[in-house]
């Protein structure tokens, strides 16, 4: 009896040595806990405040886009605007021309509203650079003596609508964009998009569909501006007091 007792004495000891064995190296082998990522409040958690990706630096670098990031600009001292469009359109006559005119007048006015501007001019073709990127496109208003620079684009979507019997119809629709870039800074301050729409009807006074059209697309075109002088306007009348 003593052998039996003796045997599973050694048999037990053995037992707990296994099991305290593989427990060691059980916890030998856990990875460390995640750390939480969503305990943003703490303010011991590290917040990322740096490209994880060294191939962002090669054009800005982490302490260029913090300093971007954390810049505060005022626009109350900033009267010149020179407007530049990027996407004039196609004028085949006198009246598409007339028209043309009409509308360009009517936003550089809806412009001049805001009583900060002492000058809203057009950029001079000559002036406008080949790369109409952002930097060009600075120093071009820069040369110009411009503190700020209203870049637009238009965009014209055409349903037509031709009847067997009856006058053909039209839709025209257009989409506008606009950013406007502090010279100074090089800050994109603001941007818009606006969109317009008319319908139009052939009229015995157009030569053919092809004037009606032309004339829609003008007319839209219009109105779309006009709407995005007006975000511009408040946009700059807010800023300024």
Not at 67 to 72: K, N
């Amino acid at each position: 009896m003593r052998g039996n007792s003796s045997k599973a004495s050694q048999l037990l000891v053995l037992v707990l040595i296994l099991l305290q064995t593989v427990g060691c190296a059980m916890k030998k082998s856990l990875p460390p806990p995640v750390p939480d990522l969503h305990q943003g409040n703490s303010e011991d958690t590290n917040r990322l405040q740096e490209s994880l990706f060294k191939g962002d630096q090669e054009i800005l670098s982490n302490q260029d886009i913090e300093r971007i990031l954390s810049a505060r600009i005022t626009l109350s001292d900033r009267h010149r605007l020179a407007v530049l469009g990027l996407n004039p359109r196609a004028i085949w006559s006198a009246e598409l021309a007339d028209l043309e005119a009409e509308h360009s007048e009517r936003f550089l006015q809806a412009l001049r509203s805001v009583t900060q501007l002492t000058q809203v001019r057009v950029m001079p073709t000559l002036l406008v650079p080949e790369k109409r990127t952002v930097p060009y496109l600075r120093e071009a208003a820069a040369r110009f003596q411009a503190d700020l620079l209203l870049v637009y684009s238009t965009r014209i979507q055409t349903f037509r609508r031709d009847r067997f019997i009856g006058t053909d119809e039209v839709r025209a629709r257009c989409l506008a964009e606009s950013v406007l870039l502090d010279v100074r800074s090089g800050i994109v301050a603001h941007t818009a998009r606006t969109a317009e729409g008319i319908a139009a009807r052939k009229s015995p006074g157009d030569l053919n569909f092809s004037e009606t059209i032309a004339k829609a697309e003008g007319d839209a075109t219009g109105k779309a501006l006009l709407k995005l002088a007006d975000t511009v306007v408040a946009y700059l009348q807010d800023a300024s007091k």
